[in-house]
């Protein structure tokens, strides 16, 4: 992972619910920095999603406190308190107004946050303030995870050199409406805020928001852009040589991450890339990608390699797609046409699309015939080992 300078990480076992491992982790923006975020649109939005807006709509972000194993989701009034409370707790360390930082949790719904180890960690935390500790920073977040997410690039634009570098967290609860996970990138770029924001929000759509495991929204989802400035490479202009260049290597950073949370979705043996073509408009493509990626009945089949491509067929006919032509759609499996004229291609056979379903990564190819309309969406299979960890959450 490559360091960005002006920014600077810490990780703690502050034993918030896990012991003898690292749960928290404090990012520190230099002073001057710009930050942009976008959050869950679940309507029972955790206590550190309507903290974190409040303070970003009101304040010069200088750190984000970010804690796993506890969501501070469901808690109420409570939850509210611990979580400005932890705020206060390191703006008093670090000598900063409390609204200059952002609080994140990340873990079970509905139990109270305890501040007592916060209090405890916050002095050592920002007494081990680092740029090189993205590695154990992606660790700390973790959850359910198998595997920390990182990915960093390095583009080059008019003035210089610049360096993005992200980490994310997620496997489980993932089906974006905004993007489903706690995801931090951060870049050396002068990235004036009008303009963060909007490179945010099109990264964000393009990645996490077409990714899905199991359907479910989290309470807690945020993706946080960093822009330290300390490069002095401005980007200034989104339709620039340099705007468009930068979005590049974000929209790489994001998507990179995007991907390890769908090949580390709780149990999962395949990646599974859908494409939807043909679409009178995006939102149907979206409607029979989404419905195609959420069907049970798809996804234990992909799990068993069992090409039962009669369940594929039967989730795009309930995707609300009105007047659908089945005639006219075609799906792939691969390259292997699977259904053409409405029913079984003659080229199709079971032993080729059994060679198809062993792979461990597959793409789910759908024509649609109607317009000219795209989308793409990966996913997962579901396993037994998904029903395992999520029964065992609690445990």
Known sequence: MTAVPGIRLAVAAAGIRYQDRDDL??????????????????????????????????????????????????????????????????????GCASSQVLPFSTGVIGEDLPVGPFARAIPGLLSSLRDDAWADAAAAIMTTDTVPKLASRRVALSGGTVTLTGIAKGSGMIRPDMATMLAYVATDALLPQALAQPLLRTAVERSFNRITVDGDTSTNDACVLLASGASGVAVDAPDSADGERFAAALNAVCGELAEMIVRDGEGATKLVRLHVTGAADAHEAAAVAYTVAHSPLVKTA??????????????????????????????????????SGGGRDPGYSEAAGQAVMDRPEITIAIDLGRGDATTDVLTCDLSYDYVRINAEYRS
Request: aromatic share 6%; with cysteine.
């Open 302 to 339: 992909l799990f068993a390699s069992d090409p039962n491509w009669g369940r594929i067929l039967a989730a795009i006919g309930r995707a609300g797609v009105a007047d659908l032509a089945i005639e006219r759609v075609r799906i792939w499996l691969g390259d292997l046409c699977i259904v």
């Open 25 to 94: 982790l404090l990012i520190e923006l230099a002073d001057g920095g710009g930050c942009a975020a976008v959050f869950t649109r679940n309507a029972f939005c955790a206590a550190p999603v309507i903290v974190a807006r409040e303070h970003l709509a009101n304040a010069a972000v200088r750190y984000l406190l970010i804690n796993a194993g506890n969501a501070n989701a469901g808690t109420g009034d409570d939850g509210l308190r611990a979580s400005r409370e932890t705020c206060r707790l390191l703006a008093d360390t670090a």
